[in-house]
């Protein structure tokens, strides 16, 4: 599965690159379904394959939504942070320092309600009320684990981009029409890193969900 996760990534960006558009809700999708199939494999102890099959797409779509919508509860949180920061500073580095608030801000926003999501998989106790009484039991414990988790596959993709700068490569997936053999393996090792950080954050949310949960003769049920 994730052979074919890093390959789907790659072929977004040579897409965004040639097409000159972005296809970050696809993306978004594709990671959100990563996410939802290692939280089932955790909850249900299952392989990736049957978790596809329990939830199917109507489990799916919800468990998107809900993603979508804690993104943009982190996106307004960090956004103040992006507007303040000093114009001197470049466009570059501003940027790095919006991505790191944002994660930063969407690491606390899981800890709270990361269980919101994941509740679509069983379809128990599913409210963002719900959510909150389980992430306020165990948010310091939780956060702490999201933030490395989320940030340290990013800190390691950034220091593969500046190393291959260092050897003049271009930055560019594709020069003239061929493929650019060194930023693809870069692109690469990227998703994988990603993949490895969302599995992570996915594992740390579905045990807060399962904690939450323990002791439920309802969510036993739904589990089995």
């Known amino acids: 599965m994730y052979v074919v996760v890093v390959i789907g990534i790659m072929a977004l960006s040579i897409f965004d690159e040639l097409s000159g558009k972005t296809s970050s809700g696809a993306t978004s999708f594709m990671w959100s379904y990563v996410a939802m199939c290692v939280q089932g494999a955790v909850i249900y102890s299952a392989p990736f394959a049957e978790v596809g099959k329990r939830a199917g797409f109507g489990g799916t779509f919800p468990y998107f939504l809900k993603t979508v919508a804690l993104l943009i509860g982190a996106l307004v949180i ?24 944002l994660y930063v801000a969407y690491a606390l926003v899981l800890s709270l309600l990361g269980t919101w999501p994941t509740s679509s998989i069983t379809g128990h106790e599913t409210t963002l009320v719900d959510a909150l009484r389980r992430g306020t039991a165990r948010f310091f414990r939780t956060s702490g684990r999201l933030v490395a988790g989320m940030i340290l596959p990013a800190v390691l993709s950034i220091l593969l981009v500046v190393v291959a700068s260092q050897f003049g490569t271009s930055p560019l997936l594709l020069v003239d029409g061929k493929p650019n053999v060194v930023m693809l393996a870069i692109s690469a090792a990227a998703a994988f890193l990603q993949a490895l950080g969302v599995s992570y954050a996915a594992v740390v949310v579905a045990r807060v969900y399962l904690s939450g949960e323990h002791g439920s003769a309802e969510f036993g049920t739904a589990a089995a």
Do not use: K, N, Q, T
Not at 80 to 86: D, E, G, V, W
């Open 78 to 101: 960090s956004l103040p942070i992006f507007m303040f920061l000093p114009s001197e500073l470049g466009v570059s580095v501003s940027v790095l320092r919006f991505a790191f608030a």
